[in-house]
């Protein structure tokens, strides 16, 4: 909400509705104007990615404004409500990582956030009495072999 009193404002309703389809008019000219003007308030008002993502980014960009860094934030600590170190613990997961578009990615190293390393594939099982592998083990370590490529 936005504003005092009786001339409140759903701000937030207001700007996802700008977000969908013909949000902006239905005249492409006028459209145009209605985004270049939102775009020049806030470049990312109509970002590719999920909103929840980008208000989760915003926190720590705030937060690396005003102290200079990032601080370490432990899975717990919420912000407006969210767990924003579980957000940002996943968003460092390397399959999560890899998930993200490049800019995602770029905008979360510019605060200093990297992905975790991925762990190391656990040695294979030493084979059973002596015997070798069977065919099965051997096709899923092929299988294996091909995924972690």
């Not at 915003?58 to 924003?84: F, N, T, Y």
Request: glycine residues 10%.
């Amino acid at each position: 909400m936005w504003g005092e009193g009786e001339t409140m404002v759903p701000i937030g309703q207001h700007m996802a509705n700008l977000r969908r389809k013909g949000g902006l008019g239905k005249g492409p000219k006028r459209a145009a104007e209605h985004a270049a003007q939102l775009t020049e308030i806030d470049p990312d008002w109509n970002c590719p990615w999920p909103l929840n993502w980008r208000c989760h980014y915003r926190v720590l960009a705030d937060l690396v404004d005003a102290d200079g860094s990032l601080p370490e934030i432990q899975p717990g600590v919420l912000m407006d409500g969210d767990d924003i170190g579980k957000w940002l613990q996943q968003q460092s997961q390397p399959a999560a990582w890899a998930r993200l578009l490049p800019e995602q990615q770029e905008r979360l190293t510019a605060l200093g956030i990297k992905p975790l390393e991925k762990p190391s594939p656990a040695p294979a099982a030493p084979p059973r009495g002596g015997k070798g592998p069977s065919k099965a083990q051997e096709a899923f370590q092929r299988g294996l072999a091909a995924l972690t490529q």
